[in-house]
């Protein structure tokens, strides 16, 4: 069987689809709230957004963190900012524009009903988080301040200070915390989601441990919300959070959740090269950097061990601005990773290993001087000096490109939902709206789009419009479920191997990495795809996990998510593999301009690519939803 | 360099635990200091030993998940940084690391390094944020804010929870920590309406947990990896003092009352 | 009620400890000031005891308040130590204090020294009930009077141990000023947020000032400066 993508976009002209939709769409009546349950995986901006407002409407919820607070989800780490389409810069933004640039910075892979929600809805968020005591940056007069960031012409970003995720969530988590306190919402911290329980084909719970205990539980609701966040960690260096991880999809996609477009990771321009192999993450310095920094190389392959200083002008690559005059260094960012490792393939890399590539602010402290950017930037500078040593003020920066963000996530419909009824999907953990590579500061927007405006509608109609058969943990499914999940532990503990977790989770990020990273080609993905499950046979052979299941074991969980993600890699090199064009973030050698640009082939490949788990050792059936774009006309990404 | 650790370890919550000895070999400066301890793990799961349990996450020193007392220090040597910015390069070869978990009656042990920090949710429960249902907001610029308040509220705002004030605290207290939550809204038009009766809840919920009072150490903001200035705890006392003399409030009892 | 309120909560213990020693401090700097005139003779510190002695009731009103506000701070004192000890059950094996100072860190044995400090001090110049002379022949010295003030601080700092007593008591309260007229302001949250404080630095004149003018006492009679 092949699962129906059913997208349910509403009829009618684009601006109108989603009030008519809202107007359309059943209600639950207040009465009868309280009645229903609903699960929601995750406390990041859409977790915690959702569960506030799900609590907020009347519903019972329960929300879920493998953290020790919900306050600590990733969506904290967020530096740069939010977009939104308020145009109080009067620079001729607009929702129109927000939805283009969106579509556009996407490689015209994106859903265009669900960007221009999303461009609607940012409006609203702004509003809502400032009403929330949201310190947004403000200006002297006392008005809301705007940053530019890539990929845009206009300055819609808003932000506080670069912390702007850690406030966002921050107040999220506090409209979490008053509905905690009014009994709306129960909350589960050190709880790791290692199953989705499904019955008559709706999802009606989660299988949870509890990290302290080691006790494994059902958790049963009417409806179950995964906000898990994204799974970069597959590379094992990413900018994400050691924590960070594919299990909550990964479980649901093998119980029948399509999950689309894999393939699309992004790489992020300005991050900290590595320094070392015991590195255990990558550090990410804001795209804001680039409004200010010129990034070079030398020209010339023996200059690479020079000090900076001893390089003359004339000897230096400016390579951005002298591949994209118009948008120069702040041209968007898989153009921008993949100049770089073009630099650093050609020899010219500087720093440890030579892999990177100089981020120089000399000319703008001269232009400036040195407190100006201080005042603009000095939190970043601290902390690259905190973590190099080294004085950006003086030396430029060493800057390399890092896994950030994955695109990719289970397939939803208009009404985030997957293609299991009852199971909904938002945040980065779905793969809705961003297309084949995000814009800068717009996955904070997604993510709060979701949870505050588009999920509590949805989820009362999904609700309204399906009978609920009572379910028990004596229900059969869920008994099974319960099972799976104490076998597959036991199972890890019992190998008793010799090799380290992190050693395995570090063999699968060098191969993703070298294979399914920044520049693709058949060859080498078909080379991952024999590596990989060689791997993952080795590793449920030789992998070590001392200490018991029925204690706080922190190698475990480690042990948990390589696993998923030994299976979830394979997957996204085979989707690299059938995508045969460029696009975005999935970038195909094969395919690419004279000038060396990403070539697509909009007749073949316009359409997500879902793919559907078909049992253990079988290829998973590969699933398309047709992309069509009624409002705006496909054309060559340019940024020259 | 080589480093000797002097790590607690205590198994589980009600186990009995003792500062135990290991060799921290081939350490490279340019190391955190939780790489140093993942390398510390490795070994020790290769020979088949339990690893040492300690919180992190993002290890960018903004989730608040890690946090041990090194050499005494709470967030260690470096100031204004938390344990995962920390880096190697604080240390010489040779130095003996004496590594411990926060201490307090309302942080108990969960394992090693790892300790329940829940009682810091309970404070922001009791009326750590604004009443305002998701839905209906005013435009932003409707309430323009002064940079200057926007700007010390977003000081107060930077806390990440981490627990090193309370860490750091000559009497546990987690004066520093709440201070920073009442400032952050105290500061904004939006948080008026709620000042007073958050301050007398946020306070009262502070007692409950079993936190020790303020005596003006001037620890925690020394420990604070955010700098959070002790300013913030004669705000709240200023807050509480008005809110309990006004009596503006039905009888407090902390979160749920 | 409110002021229930307030004692309930370690906050509001923490305001009355302020309140209540802030009244004290008020009262040293007032009484160092008294005994000064010492230096200027006999007769003018005689005077200034008696006019005390004469105001009658007020003076009782005076020492009520004064007794209420040290057994108030005191008993906040204890309450507050109890809670902060149960804080920490466990404590570290290894502490490296960054910022606390020997103050704030002897505030509450300082205290109780302070304490024995009154306690014996009342007895010893206010009753008389304890007070050691000098048994070396050649003061000719009358014991503690009831009238002449000038007498009794003369023939009490004769005997070393007597002055050795003072002296430290004073040092205590030195330490004990220095933090809490400081601390005390920051409790009832009269300060403006600032890196340098201001009250920082009064604080510190007031506990060098009220330290000087006391200690000088008795060194200048043991030395014999004022005989
Ligand atoms: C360093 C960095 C900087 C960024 N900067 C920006 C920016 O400036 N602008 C922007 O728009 N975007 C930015 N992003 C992207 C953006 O932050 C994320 O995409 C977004 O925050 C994701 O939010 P989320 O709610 O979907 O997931 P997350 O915030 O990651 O939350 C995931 C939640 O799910 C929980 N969870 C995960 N797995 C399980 C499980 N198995 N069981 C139970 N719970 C689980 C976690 O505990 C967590 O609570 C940045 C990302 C990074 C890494
Ligand atoms: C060297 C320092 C001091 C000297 C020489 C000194 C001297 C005296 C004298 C002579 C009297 C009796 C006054 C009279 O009967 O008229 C007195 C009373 C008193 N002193 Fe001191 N004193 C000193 C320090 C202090 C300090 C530090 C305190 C408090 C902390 C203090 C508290 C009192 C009190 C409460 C009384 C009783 C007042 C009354 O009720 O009559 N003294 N002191
Ligand atoms: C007599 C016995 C005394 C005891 C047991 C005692 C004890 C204490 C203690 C434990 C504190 C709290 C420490 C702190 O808050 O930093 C304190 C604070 C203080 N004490 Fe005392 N003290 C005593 C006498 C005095 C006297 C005589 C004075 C004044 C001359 C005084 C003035 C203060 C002040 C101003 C504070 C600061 C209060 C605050 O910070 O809120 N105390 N005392
Ligand atoms: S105040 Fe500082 S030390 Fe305390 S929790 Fe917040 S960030 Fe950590
Ligand atoms: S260290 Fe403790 S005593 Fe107060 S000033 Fe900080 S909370
Ligand atoms: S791990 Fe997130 S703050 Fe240190």
New interface residues.
Partial sequence: MTVDLKSRVPGGPLAEKWDKHKFDIKLVNPANKRKYSVIVVGSGLAGASAAATFSELGYNVSCYCYQDSPRRAHSIAAQGGINAAKNYQNDGDSIQRLFYDTIKGGDFRAREANVFRLAQISVNIIDQCVAQGVPFAREYGGLLANRSFGGAQVSRTFYARGQTGQQLLLGAYQALEKEIAKGGVKMYPRAEMLDLIVVNGRARGIVVRDEVTGTVEPHLADAVVLATGGYGNVFYLSTNAKGCNTTAIWRSYKRGAAFANPCYTQIHPTCIPVAGDYQSKLTLMSESLRNDGRVWVPKRREDVGKAPGDIPEDERDYYLERKYPSFGNLSPRDIASRAAKEACDDGRGVGPGARGVYLDFADAIKRLGEDKIRERYGNLFEMYERITDENPYKVPMRIYPAVHYTMGGLWVDYNLMSTIPGLHVAGEANFSDHGANRLGASALMQGLADGYFVLPYTIGDYLASNKLEPVTRETPEVKAAVADVKTRTDRLLGVKGKRTVASFHRELGKIMWEYCGMARDAAGLTKAIELIPALREEFWRDVSVPGSGAELNQTLEHAGRVADFLELGELMCRDALHREESCGGHFRTEYQTSDGEALRNDETFAYVAAWEYAGEGTTPVLNKEPLVFENIKLSQRSYK | MNLTLKVWRQSGPNSAGTLTEYAATDVSPEMSFLEMLDVVNERLIEQGEVPIAFDHDCREGICGSCGMMINGVAHGPMKATATCQLHMRSFTDGDTVVIEPWRARAFPVIKDLVVDRGALDRIIQAGGYISVSTGGAKDGNTIPIPKTDADSSMDAAACIGCGACVAACPNASASLFTGAKISHLGLLPQGQPERYRRALRMVAQMDLESFGGCTLFGECQEACPKEISIDVISRMNRDYMFAAVSAVDEPVGGADG | ??LL??Y????????IMAVTGLMMVGFVIAHMIGNLQIFIGPSRINAYSAFLKSTGELLWVARLGLLTALALHVLMAVQ?TR??W???????????????TVA??S?RWGGVVLLAFIVFHILHFTTGNVFPMASSPDVMRPGFSHTDVYGNVISAFRVPWVVAAYVVAMLFLLLHLF?GA??SV??????K???HPRERRIATVIALVVWLGFTAVPVAVFLGVVR
């Fill in positions: 009620m409110w309120t307030l309930r909560s370690t906050i509001g213990k923490k305001v507050l809670v902060t149960a804080a920490r059950p466990v404590g570290y094996a290894k502490r490296d204090p960054q910022v606390s704030s860190r505030m933090h400081w601390s920051r409790t009832l949250g009269l300060t947020p600032s890196p």
